[in-house]
Structures are given as C-alpha cells and as structure tokens.
C-alpha cells in the first residue's frame, strides 16, 4: 500500500546544519527535503503517533563534517533521536504521555561534541495528562515538564499547568522558553551551569487580551507578544529583577516604566498594530534588527525594531503559520495554512522556492456545503482533482504524492479575511484527462446577483497546463448545476441542473480566418422529465445510454438521438450519484437524507437486485472487474451496534466492496474522517509489478483531511508501502545538482548490454574535445593532456601546400 496527503505545516519545520536540506513534520513520520530541487529526499519512520516538533543538533564542527542528528516528539508519548543522513532511529525515550511540543535549550548553551553528543540532554516538554477526565471545563490537563534525555526520565515536579497543552518557544541563546496561556505570557530562565529543577526561574507577562504566540530577541533581554486582536506588544529589559544573577540589582525608576502592567519584571512595554485579526506568528531576525510576523491576510510583515517601520511581502494567498530562519542568514521559510512552505531569499524576502502538499479542505457556507461533490480522479494518470481555496484546481499525483499543478477557474485574488463569494461547485474530467468541465457559483448579495457559470477547459499537451475552450453563463436559466459527466469515447459531456433538465454538449471547431480552427462547445439537445429536478447523471461504459436521475427515478437516455428509453423503479429519497459497474450491466445509485438509500439495478430488466438503508459518501466501480467499493459513514448511535471485527476505535467509516449480484460484502475496512471522504480504483499500470500480478485494480482512500491510502482490496495480506519508483526518481533529481554533473551535465548512459566486439572501443575522431569529457570523473586525463587538446581543437588546419 501507499500512504500520503499528510499536512507538511502541522508543526514548524527545521533546517539542516548546512541549510542544504528541510526537515518537515508529516504525519507520524519526518519528511527531509532538498532545498536545491524541493524534493523528497528521505523520511524518518518510527514514530507511531502524529510528529509535533523536531530539534536540529547545532553542528560546531567544520563544514567537511556536518552533524546530521535531529531530536523528535511525538503524540505517542515518545521523544527520538536521529541521524537523518542515514537515516537511522540512534535513541527512544518513553514518556508515556503525548507530547504537544519540546525544546532543548542545551542545544544552543551547550557545545556539541564531534560526534554530535552533547554533556547532558535536557528538554522541557508541553504533555498532555490523559489519566484526567476531559468532559469537564476547568481541568488541568496541559503540563509543561522536564526530562534527562541522557537518563530518559522526567525530572522533578511540575513547571506549570494549563487547560490544555501550549505549544513552547525557545530562544536563539537557550537561555530562556515560556509558552502563551490565555492573557499571560510565562517566561522561564534555564540555569546555564546547571540543570537544576529548583533552579529554573519564572515570571510572568500580562495583557488585557488573549495571547497567541511569543517570540524572544536574539541578544537583548526583549519579548514579543501577538494576541488575538492582531496587536503586538514588545517588552524591554525582561526579567531584570527576578534573572539577574546580581541579587543587589535594583532598577532606578520602579515607577517609570510605560505600557508595562501591574508588577510585570520589565521596564517599558510598547505597542503596533497592523493585523486585522489574531497574530499567527513573532520571529527575530538573526541579528535582532527585525520582527517578522504574520496573520489570517497572508502577507509578511517585516518590522524595523528601531523605528517600527514595516515592509510587506503580500499576496502568500493563504494565512501564514510559521516562520524559520536557517543557519544560512540569506534563506528563510514560511509555511502556509494551504499546505505550503515557501523558501524565501533574504532580506530581499524573494519567492525561492515552494514545498507543497495537497491542499486542505474547502471552507463553504453552511447552505451551500451539500453542493459541492468530492474529488474527481484520473484513474489512468492516478491523479486526483481537488477545490481550493484560491478557486483553483489542484491536480496531485497519488503514486508520487507532490502536486502536479494548479487550474486558476476564478481570475480573482483571493483575501482568507474576506467573506466568500463564489464557490466552484462541481468539476468533471474527461476518460483520457485531455478535457474538463468546472461549474462555479456566484453567491447573492442581499439576495440579489447570484450566478452559475458552466466552463469548458482543454488540455492537448502532456504538461496537463488547461487553456479555457469555452464560458456558458447560466446554462440552465437561474438553476444550479447538479451533475457533471463527459462521455467515455467522444467530445461530449451532460450536465443535469434543479431547474428539471439536463443538456448535452459537444465540442465542435469552426473554420474561420483562413483556416484558423476554434475549438467550443455547443448545446446540441435539451431534455426533461415530467419538470422533476434532475439530480446526478452518468454515460454507460460504452457511451451508449445516458442515465439521467430525476429525484426519485432514473431515466435511460439515447445521448445521440436524446430519446427516453426507459425509466428504472422508484427510490425513497432522491438520488445524488449515479455509477454504471463493469460493462454497465449493473447500476449503482446513492441518496442522502434521513433515509439515505444504496440500490443496485440489474440493467438487463430494469428491476432492483437489492438496497441497503446506508448513508454512502463515494461510491467506486472497478475499471477490469465487476467490482465496486462504497464509503459509508457510520451514524454515532449506531456505533455500539457495529461487530466487533470492524474494531472502531475513533473510527466514524467504513469501506464495503461489494460484487453486483450479491449483497454481502466481500470484504470491509473501518476508516477515520470518512465525512467529506472519497473512493477510486486506479489503473493497474500504476501499481508496482508485485501488486499487478495479484490483481489489476487498486483502490484509493481518501478521507476528510485529504489523507490517503492506496491498497489491493482483493490482497488480505498486509501490503508494505511501495514507493521505491518514486524515491528513486526523487533522488536522481537530487543527486544530478552536484559534483561533476552540475558543472558539466549528465554523462552518457552506456548499455551495458552492447557488443564489444561488433565494434571497436576506441575510433579516433577529428574532434577529440567533443568526446573528452565522456567518462567517469575519476579517470579523466590531467589538464596538461586536456589543454593541449582543447586548444589545438580551436586552430584551424590548413594541408601544407609548400614542396
């Protein structure tokens, strides 16, 4: 099987010792990427829960010997440590709690021996306490703690308890962390010399308004504070009192200390405001000279701490979450609530380079949410087309788990602090990828000026880059679009609409202008059936039928001729998908409501084979077998009811393959997030040649977070993840940016298989300098050979006509 879609920004990202690679926390696993090329490189596997912070090992030997060790927390109560060259899990400490984020000040007080040891490990950690009850509001359950990573154990009492665990910020110096908790900041000193729990020293920084994230100067004895009216505020000289190693210290001017609050340890506090909403994110620059910060209205924000002058870099086009700078002071990351880190060139804060993943769900108005229909796949390509929130479309590629790129349907900016406008409510792809159909709602104002909008988009290239073909406004009058489907075999495509009727269109191209052909798309028949709404629409395998449904019943019609042929029994509720099975021999249809219906046809007499009272939420038909796999989404009160082998622990799905002629299920899978979840079988040529060979079809999983798994669903074996043809490609991406290649370019692939003897190995040639770079590096001629023969190349010879 094969796993991904996991969220590359679920916690903040670090960089390698030598800025050449970003280790990304994805799921239960740490992704490294190249920073050269934004490829996967490797990931480091152990962890069984969600990974929630990693810890680089600063490196204080010289750069021919870069330590590449890293530490990791987890939600499964463990803290690792790594070498992520290798990459090889070197170390396990249990805590036996889950752990919601960590630092380890010693990193930066500390120096790091060769081998990337340290004198003693310390890291405090924000843990969750399970054993207290979480039905109640005021329980403590958030812990900060500290552990001996050397000795593996937790080390004295509490250091502080929240409501719920917050996340920890350390310094750049290691000689101070704190976390946010509700309106006050609490700030520790970490003893330098030694790690004594009785010596770590607090205070505590107040304000009038919740807090959101904190962010310590590099140099100064500074704190900076983001709360969640977009505010921020900048304390100076913390902690002069209660951190001063000199105990006679007292300050001049107890009383003149503006903006500060109460007894707060500091001496002024100041205040600038430019965020609309809450403060995502503080960070310092290396020198101290800038604060960075970012919000929901996705622009970074760069601040002048000397004069509180600002400089924007806008357009991020998703609120931003993070911000990391690297041991190189020229390049810096952002990561963006859509999934993305962006690398970034400073100070000039130029757009380097973007790491993406697939893009999270969309956000719809609560009236509108029934509108919009899953995902839509490319089962040839094994591509999955999903909505985002910049009204684009997102083509990601399931077998290499990396976006294969993005359709702008909207020409229009998108600002995440504005109230959403227009919905793309439906797309459809052709058999063969080459064509698409998206449908696009402009919602009212004040009830006025709503619009659909049906457009038709091509793609003739293999680079999957669609050009816009053609714009139907309101296709159906004022009536919303209910269903998408291109024919199998032809340029043609049906959309069916709540205003009773369906239309079919056909690609055409006219002649004009000397011969210049223009590709667009035409209604060529219109059809009804007794004025019902028509709510799904599908072509048969063959293209031959067109099945058509009209709330409760489902019309056969001739596409061509646009004929009614048939009309197939009565449903409870209305149907909202239709899908034919093997060589349309059967047909399968779904309902929502508080009957929610699946029904299977016999389409050779028209009747019901069987139904389930099942609320389904995809339905997937095998491509090479008469086969089909439903997603169910199981009702709270019915949990308890379930057998005990589905085994639901937090699992709200299930997965039920079914053959057509029997209601049994073949087999069933329980699954997590299965609301707004999605099911495809992929083309066989996708899967590794072992899984060919068990069967032709595999089955992809989405679930409500856009994570997905790939699988035999006809294999009860446990598969290993197959990803060797993807990693390897990856690596020879990377591995073609250094050494020889970078310079001089890939050498010539030679068989291995040719036949020596059918021809010399050596032929002189009049160029020797086109072939002298052909050969392995390490057995190239000296300079001496090679400039001679360069330069003798570049004269140009004349024959010797003297006697």
Not at 503 to 518: A, E, F, G, M
Not at 525 to 542: L, N
Request: a neutral charge.
């Amino acid at each position: 099987m094969i796993t991904g879609g996991k969220s590359f920004v679920s916690s903040p990202p670090a960089f390698s010792n030598d800025a050449k690679k970003l280790l990304v926390c994805t799921g239960n696993t740490v992704s490294v990427f190249s920073i050269s090329t934004g490829m996967l490189i490797l990931e480091l596997e152990g962890h069984t829960g969600l990974v929630t912070s990693v810890v680089v090992v600063p490196s204080a030997a010289p750069a021919s010997n870069i330590i590449c060790n890293c530490w990791t927390s987890s939600l499964d109560g463990t803290i690792c440590y790594w070498d992520f060259s290798l990459p090889e899990l070197i170390k396990k400490v249990e805590v036996k709690l889950p752990v919601f984020s960590m630092v380890i000040p010693c990193l930066s007080s500390l120096s790091v021996m060769s081998d990337g040891t340290l004198p003693s490990h310390y890291a405090f950690i924000s843990i969750e306490d399970v054993n207290k009850p979480n039905n109640k509001d005021k329980v403590l359950r958030g812990q900060i703690r500290m552990v001996d990573l050397n000795k593996s154990r937790l080390v004295g009492g509490l250091l502080a308890e929240t409501l719920k665990p917050e996340i920890l910020t350390v310094s750049n110096s290691g000689e101070f962390f704190g976390i946010q908790n509700k309106r006050k900041l609490h700030i520790w000193k970490v003893p330098q010399k030694s790690y004594k729990y009785d010596e770590v020293k607090k205070i505590k920084l107040h304000h009038t308004k919740g807090f959101t994230t904190l962010a310590f100067h590099p140099t100064e004895m500074m704190v900076a504070g983001g709360d969640l009216t977009g505010r921020i505020l900048l304390w100076r000289g913390v902690g002069k009192k209660k951190f001063s190693d000199k105990e006679t210290l007292k300050l001049e001017n107890e009383e003149d200390r503006p903006g500060v609050r109460g007894d707060d340890d500091a001496d002024s506090c100041s205040t600038w405001h430019w965020h609309p909403s809450e403060v995502k994110f503080l960070h310092f620059s290396t020198d101290g000279a800038y604060l960075y910060s970012g919000g929901k209205e996705g622009v970074l924000v760069v601040w002048q701490l000397d004069t509180g002058s600002k400089k924007f870099l806008p357009r991020l086009g998703s609120p931003l979450l993070y911000f990391v700078n690297s041991p190189d002071p020229t390049l810096s990351s952002v990561s963006c609530a859509d999934n993305q880190i962006h690398l970034l060139k400073m100070p000039r804060m130029e757009l380097m380079k973007s790491i993406g993943g697939i893009k999270p769900p969309c956000t719809f108005p609560e009236i509108y949410e029934c509108v919009y229909r899953g995902f839509v796949f490319n089962h040839s390509a094994g591509l999955v087309a999903l909505h985002t929130e910049t009204y684009c479309i997102q083509f990601y590629s399931l077998i290499d788990d990396r976006e294969v790129t993005q359709v702008q349907i909207c020409e229009r900016n998108y600002q995440p602090v504005d109230d959403v406008t227009v919905v793309l409510t439906l797309s459809a792809l052709s058999i063969d990828g080459s064509q698409m159909a998206t449908a696009e709602l402009k919602l009212p104002e004040d009830g006025i000026g709503q619009m659909v909008t049906l457009k038709f988009w091509d793609n003739q290239s293999k680079n999957r880059h669609f050009t816009l073909s053609t714009v139907i406004y309101e296709p159906h009058s004022e009536a919303g679009i209910s269903a998408l489907a291109f024919h199998p075999t032809r340029s043609m495509s049906v959309s069916s609409s709540y205003g009773g009727d369906f239309k079919i269109w056909v690609n055409r191209s006219d002649v004009q202008h000397q011969k210049l052909k223009k590709d667009g798309w035409r209604c060529q028949s219109v059809g009804s059936y007794k004025k019902r709404p028509m709510t799904a629409a599908e072509f048969s395998t063959d293209g031959s039928v067109l099945a058509v449904a009209a709330e409760v019943v489902v019309t056969l019609w001739d596409p061509d001729k646009n004929v009614l042929l048939a009309v197939v029994g009565e449903t409870i509720t209305p149907n909202i998908k239709l899908s034919f099975v093997g060589r349309s021999e059967y047909l399968v249809s779904l309902s929502w409501g508080s009957n929610a219906q699946l029904s299977v046809w016999d389409m050779s007499n028209l009747s019901i084979l069987w139904s389930y009272r099942l609320l389904a939420e995809a339905v997937a038909c095998s491509i090479d077998s008469v086969h089909f796999a439903v997603l169910a989404v199981v009702p709270r009160s019915s949990k308890q009811s379930v057998p005990d082998d589905l085994a639901f622990h937090g699992r709200d799905g299930v997965i039920l393959l079914f053959s057509p002629d029997n209601p049994v299920p073949i087999s069933s899978w329980s699954v997590k997030k299965a609301k707004g979840g999605g099911l495809a079988f992929l083309h066989p040529s996708l899967s590794s040649p072992d899984e060919r060979e068990a069967h032709s079809d595999m089955l992809v999983y989405i679930n409500g977070d856009h994570e997905y798994i790939i699988f035999d669903p006809f294999n009860t074996e446990a598969n290993k993840t197959s990803r060797k043809h993807r990693d390897s490609r990856l690596l020879e991406e990377e591995a073609g940016q250094f050494g020889y290649g970078s310079i001089y370019g890939e050498l010539p692939k030679f068989s291995t298989k040719a036949d020596l003897t059918s021809s010399p190995i050596f032929v002189p040639r009049d160029k020797p300098w086109e072939t002298i770079f052909s050969g392995s590096s390490h057995v190239l001629p000296p300079l001496s050979k090679l400039c001679f023969a360069l330069l003798e190349s570049l004269l140009e010879k004349r024959p010797n006509t003297e006697e």
